[in-house]
């Protein structure tokens, strides 16, 4: 089976413009080497400015690399950049690939002639889309007009309309409350599933890789970091959740609670943290322990922020 | 060839249709042209007036007609400069674009080309019934000039974006592109006749404008119109526009394949 992304020594250069007429060359991406194959579903994730869209843009032959080679689905991105859109399905969270002042089914339709889909499969895709992401009540509502839950809905639909063996994902969750988040991420999984679409996913958001992704590229200053499971990039930085219990008393440390790590305590032992692996113990079982020794009233789950595991990440790979 | 007429029929479509929920904008500007209108109607009157009542084959029925089409058609020919290219490259949207398998080029001049032809309805059709029920104008009497104008409009818009897009280009190599669109806006104006007709330069100046596609985006179309030239002289008028039209897209096709090497979208 042959690669479905594949980058040899991939590298781009941007010019800067310095003060005066000054101009100094700076490295977004550095030398990139890596293969998706198809199928996968893979996290690309690194701090802003790490070189993550400058990666895809140039995977999608919008960017020309000043180095190295790229191909994507078997095509040359810049020269087959028209061949190369047909198969792929991109969703940039910042910038909107709907007609702003028409109704999102008008979008659609021009997007479907746009991918050349015959109207039966127009129709039955389009229906799959509204159907599973719930865009029914908003279809003749103008682009403008949408809630960004609404509009990211809307633009994920238009990225797979044409159902893509490709999608890539550039903060496709980014401001999105946790419910849209949520949804999203259920349909995401859906049409893995149901037509087995390769994806790439860039994000700041850690959920949305443990939810979707099996393989992580970790990026920083422009080079790989990281390549490897999941599970691996846990066990490589360490990655653990931080349960938080409000308890209906003041309660000394419970530093016995299996399977975590007391992180400490404050108002006198009415709010106590635990670390725990995620990858070990689920929320629920951490939960259940420390229930057995005191009465929790409330509680929360921090994940571990993107921005902490990059930095792990890089620290640990020198 | 059939698929590529349909998508770039959905996409004139898409401009009109984008086009037409902006209607106040649409009386505002129609206001304006108007406004306009009956200043240069003062002007040119005059001119005609003081030179004896014809002026260069314009006698004051002749010289309406030639006003109020060019106004009503100010709203549809790109003669002020801005074009949408620039500014997706500036705020980098231009990446949305190059995503699409369609050629750039086409997208951007259609669904203009659909916006203006919207334009011609709530722009267009008033400014004309302003020149023939308010002030009175010559018209031709046989529908030949219409139909072959109509043919002329629809080019010389098409050249006007497609000229638009070719200096939008520009946006690849520097961004900021003000100076540019400045320039052009008095330069078209003057070269396509909006402010006077062409035919009223000087020998020298009508000589460097016919030179230049500029004539074709509003002089002529105005020019077959109005019946001012008609027969022969006007299919030579359609044939000028077709050249026009050919070299314009030419060079912004190439001008976008070696823009798009030039192209940093940072960010986002």
């Given at each position: 089976m042959s690669p479905i992304i594949e980058t040899q020594g991939l590298t781009r250069e941007f010019a800067l413009r310095g003060r005066?007429?000054?101009?100094?060359?700076?490295?977004?991406?550095?030398?990139?080497?890596?293969?998706?194959?198809?199928?996968?579903?893979?996290?690309?994730?690194?701090?802003?400015?790490?070189?993550?869209?400058?990666?895809?843009?140039?995977?999608c032959g919008i960017l020309v690399p000043t180095n190295g080679t790229v191909s994507t689905c078997g095509l040359r991105p810049v020269e087959d950049?028209?061949?190369?859109?047909?198969?792929?399905?991109?969703?940039?969270?910042?910038?909107?690939?709907?007609?702003?002042?028409?109704?999102?089914?008008?979008?659609?339709?021009?997007?479907?002639?746009?991918?050349?889909?015959?109207?039966?499969?127009?129709?039955?895709?389009?229906?799959?889309?509204?159907?599973?992401?719930?865009?029914?009540?908003?279809?003749?509502?103008?682009?403008?007009q949408l809630s960004l839950g609404q509009r990211m809905r809307a633009e994920v639909s238009a990225a797979l309309l044409h159902s893509p063996d490709l999608v890539i994902l550039d903060e496709p969750t980014i401001g999105l409350d946790v419910l849209s988040k949520q949804r999203l991420r259920e349909f995401l999984v859906d049409e893995r599933?149901?037509?087995?679409?390769?994806?790439?996913?860039?994000?700041?958001?850690?959920?949305?890789?443990?939810?979707?992704?099996?393989?992580?590229?970790?990026?920083?200053?422009?080079?790989?970091?990281?390549?490897?499971?999941?599970?691996?990039l846990s066990r490589t930085v360490g990655a653990q959740?931080?349960?938080?219990?409000?308890?209906?008393?003041?309660?000394?440390?419970?530093?016995?609670?299996?399977?975590?790590?007391?992180?400490?305590?404050?108002?006198?032992?009415?709010?106590?943290?635990?670390?725990?692996?995620?990858?070990?113990?689920?929320?629920?079982?951490?939960?259940?322990?420390?229930?057995?020794?005191?009465?929790?009233?409330?509680?929360?789950?921090?994940?571990?922020?993107?921005?902490?595991?990059?930095?792990?990440?890089?620290?640990?790979?020198? | 060839m059939r698929a590529n007429l349909q998508i770039t029929r959905r996409l004139v479509w898409s401009g009109f249709r984008q086009q037409s929920t902006y209607r106040l904008a649409a009386l505002g500007g129609l206001v304006a042209n108007a406004t306009f209108g009956f200043l240069k109607v003062a002007i040119l009157f005059a001119t005609v007036r003081a030179a004896g009542g014809e002026l260069n084959g314009y006698d004051v029925a002749t010289m309406s007609a030639y006003i109020w089409l060019s106004q009503g058609l100010l709203g549809s020919v790109n003669l002020h400069g801005r074009s949408e290219l620039?500014?997706?490259?500036?705020?980098?949207?231009?990446?949305?674009?190059?995503?699409?398998?369609?050629?750039?080029?086409?997208?951007?001049?259609?669904?203009?080309?659909?916006?203006?032809?919207?334009?011609?309805?709530?722009?267009?059709?008033?400014?004309?019934?302003?020149?023939?029920v308010v002030v009175g104008m010559a018209?031709?009497?046989?529908?030949?000039?219409?139909?072959?104008?109509?043919?002329?409009?629809?080019?010389?818009?098409?050249?006007?974006?497609?000229?638009?897009?070719?200096?939008?280009?520009?946006?690849?190599?520097?961004?900021?592109?003000?100076?540019?669109?400045?320039?052009?806006?008095?330069?078209?104006?003057?070269?396509?006749?909006?402010?006077?007709?062409?035919?009223?330069?000087?020998?020298?100046?009508?000589?460097?404008?016919?030179a230049t596609p500029f004539p074709s985006m509003l002089m002529y179309p105005v020019d077959i119109l109005s019946g001012r030239v008609s027969g022969v002289g006007s299919l030579r008028l359609v044939g000028v526009q077709c050249f026009w039209l050919g070299l314009t897209w030419l060079a912004g096709h190439f001008l976008t394949a070696a823009g798009r090497r030039k192209l940093e979208v940072q960010g986002g």
């Open positions: 005066g007429l000054r101009r100094t060359r700076l490295t977004a991406v550095d030398d990139l080497t890596f293969t998706i194959d198809p199928g996968e579903a893979v996290g690309y994730i690194g701090a802003n400015g790490a070189g993550k869209s400058t990666t895809i843009k140039m995977l950049r028209v061949k190369l859109a047909r198969r792929v399905g991109v969703v940039f969270g910042q910038r909107s690939q709907l007609w702003w002042d028409l109704p999102v089914e008008e979008s659609f339709r021009i997007l479907a002639s746009i991918h050349r889909l015959p109207k039966t499969q127009e129709k039955a895709r389009t229906e799959e889309l509204v159907d599973c992401l719930e865009m029914a009540d908003y279809l003749a509502t103008p682009v403008r599933e149901r037509h087995g679409t390769t994806l790439m996913l860039t994000t700041h958001d850690m959920g949305d890789i443990e939810r979707l992704c099996e393989r992580v590229l970790v990026v920083d200053h422009g080079r790989l970091a990281f390549d490897g499971t999941i599970g691996g959740r931080v349960l938080v219990v409000d308890l209906a008393e003041p309660t000394p440390d419970l530093v016995d609670v299996p399977g975590t790590t007391h992180l400490g305590s404050e108002s006198r032992g009415l709010q106590q943290r635990f670390a725990f692996d995620a990858e070990q113990l689920t929320a629920a079982q951490a939960l259940a322990a420390v229930s057995q020794r005191a009465e929790v009233r409330d509680l929360s789950i921090e994940e571990p922020d993107i921005e902490d595991v990059v930095r792990r990440v890089y620290a640990s790979s020198r | 620039t500014e997706r490259i500036k705020s980098g949207d231009v990446t949305i674009d190059f995503l699409r398998p369609l050629n750039v080029q086409l997208s951007h001049v259609a669904s203009e080309v659909g916006a203006s032809l919207f334009a011609l309805i709530p722009r267009g059709l008033p400014s004309i019934g302003i020149g023939v018209m031709p009497d046989s529908p030949w000039p219409y139909l072959l104008g109509f043919l002329s409009v629809v080019l010389g818009i098409t050249l006007g974006a497609l000229v638009v897009y070719a200096i939008g280009t520009s946006g690849f190599w520097l961004i900021e592109t003000r100076g540019i669109q400045s320039l052009y806006m008095v330069v078209s104006g003057l070269l396509a006749g909006l402010f006077v007709p062409i035919g009223l330069f000087p020998t020298w100046l009508l000589a460097f404008a016919e």
